[in-house]
């Protein structure tokens, strides 16, 4: 067990779920249903290389007349290059990241520079997390100023 104190992005991440660049979409359709969080990454040989939204997925489907041919793979419609940010970041950091760079979700890694993707956090999480601290926050000004 760590003694060390969890950072507010390790806080907040999930699981990364990962499909691999052959993967077709129909697997990667199926693996977006069961995993519930809207997104995979895409891996080559053991390494992240793109990431795949469910809005990437329809996106295929309309092209190809609502069809899903099992010839298109992960690779052919993957987004690149992945955005990430390492897990001892701030929300901040993330917030302000995310705008710069016009995603809605990142890639946590164990540290800068790294291609190991150990979570994955989104604009959501960062939401919920900021009024989560605001509300904790407006809690104890409120018993402050009840205890004047």
């Known amino acids: 067990m760590s003694l ?53 997925v329809l996106r295929v489907i309309l092209k190809e007349g609502g069809m899903i041919s099992p010839d298109i793979e992960a690779k052919d419609f993957m987004v690149r290059p992945v955005v990430t940010i390492s897990k001892s970041a701030t929300i901040s950091q993330a917030d302000d ?22 979570g994955l956090i989104d604009t959501e999480m960062i939401r919920a997390s900021v009024k989560i601290e605001l509300l904790k926050t407006l809690k104890r000004r409120q018993k402050y100023l009840q205890n004047q």
Do not use: H, W, Y
């Open 4 to 56: 060390t104190p969890k950072s507010q992005i390790e806080i907040i991440m999930v699981p990364p779920t990962m499909v691999d660049e052959s993967d077709n979409i129909a697997i990667i359709a199926k693996v977006l249903l069961q995993s519930n969080k809207g997104c995979v990454f895409v891996t080559s040989i053991g390494e992240v290389v793109g990431i795949i939204t469910e809005r990437d």
């Open 97 to 118: 990241l995310m705008e710069q760079t016009g995603v809605n979700r990142l890639a946590v890694v164990e540290k800068e520079d790294s291609l190991i993707v150990v």
